[in-house]
């Protein structure tokens, strides 16, 4: 019995330091990805600041919006579908909005191109999706013609590639293209 004795306090001695062990590394792992206030409020002030701003950039890539020739300005805007600012694992979806000033001629070509068709002669019930000129964001409707005749083309809105989901629509007359994308 005296030789149980060391062993069993062995055994138990290094399962009491094991369990010590487990502890101390869920303690650690909950103090690394736990959720301090200021990280998060400095990462949503952040995001709140992208998505309000209206950017002048040309639209990269090109592919994603195809034919829009050399166009003269753009203006877009972006926003977060989910939180990017959560500690879950997985990515976030980004919703896209913008408008291109385009060329006379460009905005002519992509009318043929692409059949678009009066939006207003449009089945919305055989549409893939519901957006419509009326959804543009408050800080790009500025942009947007005032006496607007707006055109729609499925095809051109399933033109491939794109990783991206594409709603557009096309005023020939004041040349301008409103383009909707979100993430699949």
Known sequence: MKTRRP?????????????????????????????DP?????????????????????????????????YQEIHWQLHASGNPCSRMPGPTDWTYQGVV???????QALAKRYDFVPWTSVNLAQLPHDSSPA???????????????????????????SPR???????VEHQTLLFMLNDH
């Open 38 to 70: 200021a990280d998060t409020r400095t990462c949503q002030e952040s995001v709140q600041v992208a998505a309000a701003k209206v950017r002048t950039d040309h639209w990269d890539p090109p592919e994603e919006l195809p034919d829009l020739g050399d």
């Open 165 to 171: 989901w594409r709603v557009a629509f096309l005023d």
């Open 7 to 35: 062993l069993l306090v062995a055994v138990i001695g290094a399962a009491a330091a094991m369990l010590l062990a487990v502890v101390g590394c869920i303690a650690a792992g909950f103090l690394l990805i736990g959720d």
């Open 101 to 107: 000033k385009l060329r006379p001629e460009d905005a």
């Open 135 to 161: 959804d543009v964001w408050p800080a790009l409707a500025p942009f947007l013609p005032g006496e607007s005749r707006w055109l729609h083309s499925r095809s051109y809105n399933e033109t491939a590639p």
